[in-house]
């Protein structure tokens, strides 16, 4: 059985482990919609966060912009060839844009030390342009589950 300390450093090593996370959501016509982004996740202030820059016009996040919830589900996963190797998450919870430019800031600085093709944006100013069409969102998870199935198969764990 994995203790709350070990589920703890499980999901640790998987948001260390992983570039990008696939986002779903369902629009006000019921319809869902997934769409995979890069992130950066970041524990501050008692809180789980995973950042990612998406454009407003991205169907994902109009769907979001037209509900007032703006709940969304969160998948992040390895790839393997054996089943019994499966290891990833299972999330739901909130997008909110981040407004502040110093949060901003700070955050695209962190974006540009995770990511080492941030810096083929910075020096090539078609994709600037294109950078700064991108909004700067946060990810709050509020229910969390692991899946590992080398621990347990068929069995999630509740972070």
């Known amino acids: 059985m994995i203790t709350g300390k070990e589920a703890e450093e499980i999901f640790e090593a998987i948001c260390a482990e992983h570039r990008a996370m696939t986002i779903a959501v369902v629009d ?57 190797e499966i290891r990833g998450l299972q999330m739901s919870g909130i997008i909110e844009e981040i407004s502040s430019l110093q949060e901003r800031a700070k955050l695209l600085l962190a974006f540009g030390k995770r990511f080492s093709f941030f810096d083929k944006f910075l020096a090539q100013p078609v994709l600037i342009k294109e950078l700064e069409k991108n909004k700067l969102y946060r990810f709050i998870p509020q229910s969390i589950f692991i899946v590992h199935n080398e621990v347990s198969f068929g069995q999630r764990i509740t972070l």
């Open 28 to 84: 006000a016509a019921g319809l869902p919609w997934s769409a995979p982004v890069y992130y950066l996740y970041q524990y501050r202030d008692n809180e789980k966060a995973f950042y990612f820059l998406s454009s407003p016009r991205s169907r994902h996040l109009e769907a979001l912009q037209k509900e007032a919830s703006l709940q969304a589900s969160v998948a992040i996963y390895n790839e393997p060839e054996a089943y019994e």
